[in-house]
């Protein structure tokens, strides 16, 4: 990393998702704000926090890629030090399953780690890991992969993205004044199409480290969950007028999207030292009475498919954000 990266307040993702073991079934983990959207630590960053427990836990076994993972968000994190407990479900040859809780609050410098009546459980998951680079097996084409659904959009220049922020046909997603809180999306670089909806209701969009890292199977679950501010005006029906738009982009400011539940699916595991780019694909079958689903696949630039995830979140006000959480403090 660069020292303008440094100055730019840029964490090495390896660095802030770096677990220190205390005994044989618990990590420790130190939650860093620049992850954070406001006074909470981006979910999707939280669950690589989690996968690294998960893959430290796991090395001695050879299964330290994720295959499966689903996280429960019942309670708000904080940008501070976190315990996280791992319970061995099933180990196997082929197939390892973990169920691990993350913890804050009333933490212990010895065990038990945590104080049952002060500690609150912010992220509950169960992970299921194995070697993807070894598994073999049946495959087939899929009829959805011969579908344009499944198409990855055009090549942009990338090279031009990089030095200019745009091509032809793809921008960078600039925040709007007012989103200083907003710090994790400040960690993403999202290209997005200059038009418009390349498909109504679907967000396409390329994204790549600000920082200049690459980008490993350990950071995606954290691009998993990680979105341009104006996400909400590719995914409705219709696309807005410029005054709509204004509209929107100004009620945008005062949301917070808490995540609720979110599922990773690994396709594949990325080269040992990460990529440049990946393609990203988002939408959305339900917006309704504050709720709402994504469905986000990710592709690299070969048109491989990376990963598959799906979300269940709330749209609250930011201000449920910024207030101090208490040890039961729920989204």
């Not at 399953?97 to 609050?105: D, F, I, S």
């Not at 780690?113 to 084409?141: D, H, K, M, Q």
Request: aromatic fraction near 8%.
């Amino acid at each position: 990393m660069s020292s303008a990266d440094a100055d730019a307040g840029f964490v090495p993702f390896a660095e802030a998702t770096r677990v220190n073991k205390l005994d044989s079934h618990t990590y420790k983990v130190d939650l860093h704000h620049v992850f954070s959207i406001g006074a909470v630590p981006n979910g999707g960053y939280v669950g690589s926090c989690l996968i690294a427990a998960g893959n430290a836990h796991l090395s001695s076994r050879g299964q330290s890629d994720l295959l499966t993972a689903h996280f429960e968000f019942p309670a708000q994190t904080a940008a501070e030090p976190a315990i996280i407990v791992i319970e061995d479900v099933k180990l196997s040859r082929r197939l390892s399953t973990l169920h691990l809780t993350l913890w804050q609050g009333g933490l212990l410098p010895h065990a038990p780690w945590i104080t049952p009546s002060v500690s609150r459980r912010a992220v509950l998951t169960y992970a299921t890991f194995t070697n993807l680079r070894t598994l073999t097996g049946i495959t087939e084409t899929t009829g959805y992969e011969t579908t344009p659904a499944a198409a990855l959009p055009d090549l942009p220049d990338f090279e031009m993205l990089k030095t200019k922020g745009a091509d032809s046909s793809w921008q960078v997603s600039r925040l709007p004044k007012g989103s200083g809180s907003w710090r994790s999306l400040r960690n993403w670089k999202f290209y997005l199409p200059r038009a418009g909806p390349l498909t109504p209701g679907v967000l396409d969009m390329w994204i790549r480290m600000a920082s200049g890292e690459s980008i490993t199977s350990g950071a995606l679950a954290y691009a998993a969950d990680s979105f341009p501010y104006n996400l909400h005006s590719f995914l409705t029906a219709s696309p807005a007028d410029r005054t709509e738009q204004a509209q929107r982009d100004g009620q945008r400011r005062a949301l917070w999207f808490p995540t609720v539940t979110m599922n990773l699916d690994m396709k594949m595991a990325l080269p040992e030292d990460g990529v440049e780019w990946l393609a990203v694909r988002i939408t959305s079958k339900q917006i309704k009475n504050g709720m709402f689903d994504l469905d986000i696949s990710i592709r690299n630039v070969d048109g491989e498919l990376v990963a598959l995830s799906h979300h269940v979140a709330m749209i609250v006000s930011l201000e449920r954000n910024t207030g101090k959480s208490s040890p039961s403090s729920s989204l």
